[in-house]
């Protein structure tokens, strides 16, 4: 992953999300997710370097699967047709409150769930793999490679690099409190008094960004920046492997067009094998 061209990836990742998001077809969306697993198993990263980032993702899919599909149905508005087979027509029970819940889930609706796992989750570990395999340095570069103006470049570059570098503040802040005394985990009273514990940590995180984007923005003024053409220190340079790279992913998009504007083949359907599981 670390010899591909960082324009060539977001070209790839960017394809691939055109992709995948015109299919509801199974059989194309597991050759998606597929892909995805491939595309991410090259990065070769650890699930101590991803996991809070594959955290918010699952808290993401589970809220638009579980509850937005599953539960309500809403997801599958204008996909699944209305009516089916009713698989749980009772619904449950939530036991403290005693709550009836009645959702009428059906196979078609549960077969809609999978598809959309592999459609959002290829997507995911496309996307989630960037962060934590391309250097923060090359942002600036690879969009301005991608024909960005520079300003809109450097502010691509500056907003990726925002959160990093907040959490790196937050956790040095952190530290230094706690070498002065403050306790974190010891928090009482009310809504007012919890928010002014915070306020030793906020404050000065607060005050650090905006005195770093005070910084950057003189930087920029004294370089005399969007005068002219920038330069960037970090060239990029394709290799053969890259040139194959985004000639797949050209195919890929182009092939997914036809398919599904030609060939009519992105429709969502039900296979009998799962069908028969319930039915």
């Known amino acids: 992953m670390d010899r591909i061209d960082p324009r060539a990836r977001w070209i790839f990742s ?20 597929l892909l995805a697993v491939t595309w991410y198993l090259l990065g070769r990263t650890r699930w101590k370097e991803t996991r809070r980032g594959w955290l918010l993702v699952g808290f993401m899919l589970f809220t638009m699967i579980v509850i937005n599909t599953i539960i309500t149905g809403g997801g599958a508005g204008g996909v699944v047709p209305p009516g089916g087979h009713v698989l749980w027509p009772a619904g449950f029970t939530i036991p403290l409150v005693n709550w009836q819940i009645y959702f009428g889930l059906t196979v078609e609706r549960l077969w809609f769930a999978i ?35 520079d300003s809109v470049a450097y502010t691509m570059e500056l907003s990726f690099r925002f959160i990093p570098t907040l959490g790196r503040d937050l956790a040095v802040t952190l530290d230094a409190q706690k070498a002065r005394g403050y306790e974190l985990e010891k928090f009482k009273g009310g809504i ?10 906020l404050v000065p ?4 960004a905006i005195i770093a984007s005070e910084d950057v923005a003189n930087a920029m003024d004294l370089r005399c920046f969007g005068q002219a053409k920038r330069t960037w220190i970090y060239p990029l340079r394709y290799h053969w492997w890259d040139h194959a790279l985004i000639a797949f992913s050209a195919l890929m998009l ?12 992105g429709g969502f359907w039900v296979p ?8």
């Not at 995180?205 to 650090?208: H, I, K």
């Open 205 to 208: 995180v607060t005050m650090n």
């Open 14 to 33: 960017f394809a691939f999300l055109l992709s995948a998001t015109m299919f509801w077809n199974p059989a194309f969306l597991l050759l998606f997710f």
């Open 115 to 149: 598809c959309q796992l592999m459609r959002l989750g290829g997507v995911s570990l496309i996307f989630v793999l960037i962060p934590y395999t391309m250097d923060p340095r090359a942002y600036g570069a690879t969009f301005r490679g991608l024909a960005m103006p």
């Open 272 to 279: 009998d094998w799962f069908m028969r599981l319930f039915v």
């Open 192 to 201: 007012f008094q919890k928010i002014a514990r915070i306020a030793p940590l």
């Open 254 to 265: 182009l092939g997914s067009v036809v398919a599904v504007h030609i060939f009519n083949a």
